[in-house]
């Protein structure tokens, strides 16, 4: 990755952050502001990525892969059926079973 590709990721996600719409104008800003020197066409290009895209879901699927992307969509469509969902995966947690330890057999190494 370049400087200039991280430096405009960095001002993307700082301008995302502060909810200031992603210009190329505001990229090279914060990029000018952290006196850094990028070729000019690094901010335009980032630009163009954060109208065609959302910023949110660019960081909340970072490292989740294809098959969770169709996860995500049909999550908000489902409506009323995602809390019985997460309800679903709490009581899953809960039940995981323990661990025997030797005082649960009825004997220990130390009798």
């Known amino acids: 990755m370049s400087i200039g590709e991280l430096a405009c990721t960095y001002a993307s996600l700082i301008l995302y952050d ?29 630009a163009k990525l954060a109208e ?13 892969g ?21 309800a679903a995966v709490e009581e899953k947690k809960k039940e995981e079973p323990k661990e025997e330890s030797d005082d649960d057999m009825g004997f220990s190494l130390f009798d």
């Not at 090279?28 to 690094?42: D, F, H, M, S, T």
């Not at 065609?52 to 989740?64: M, T």
Request: aromatic residues 6%.
């Open 18 to 46: 502060d909810g200031i719409p992603i210009t190329a104008e505001k990229i090279a800003a914060v990029v000018n502001a952290g006196n850094l020197r990028i070729e000019p066409y690094w901010p335009s290009l980032f």
């Open 52 to 64: 065609k895209r959302d910023i949110g879901d660019l960081i909340f699927n970072a490292g989740s």
């Open 66 to 86: 294809c098959a969770a992307a169709p996860a995500a969509v049909a999550a908000p469509a489902a409506g009323a059926a995602a809390p019985a969902a997460s």
